[in-house]
Nanobody, 112 residues
């Protein structure tokens, strides 16, 4: 079965950086799009970024363009989200998504 395990969340000050990882198993990782989403308290889960199977194409929501970078390592079955210049409004649980499956999420808190 598809399994997605996120890691790398934590508490960071505004302007800081974090790198999230999502390690996948149960499917042929290199054949599929992977995406990151996030959900803040009281809000709906929203799309953050998506990457093509080869890694050559990426898409971002407007609010993170220029600050976040999605990448993948198909040899390690892992997708990353490098987050820089973090803002308090980036605080959320971040989820990895593939093949109609979600990971358990990792909490990112941006606060001084």
């Amino acid at each position: 079965q598809v399994q997605l395990v996120e890691s790398g969340g934590g508490l960071v000050q505004p302007g800081g950086s974090l790198r999230l990882s999502c390690t996948a198993s149960g499917f042929t990782f290199s054949n599929y799009y992977l995406s990151w989403h996030r959900q803040s308290p009281g809000k709906q889960r929203e799309f953050v970024a998506r990457i093509s199977p080869s890694g050559g194409n990426t898409v971002y929501t407007d609010s993170v363009k220029g600050r976040f970078t999605i990448s993948r390592d198909n040899d390690k079955n892992t997708v990353y989200l490098q987050m820089s210049t973090l803002k308090p409004e980036d605080t959320a649980v971040y989820y990895c998504y593939a093949i109609s499956s979600w990971g358990q999420g990792t909490q990112v808190t941006v606060s001084s």
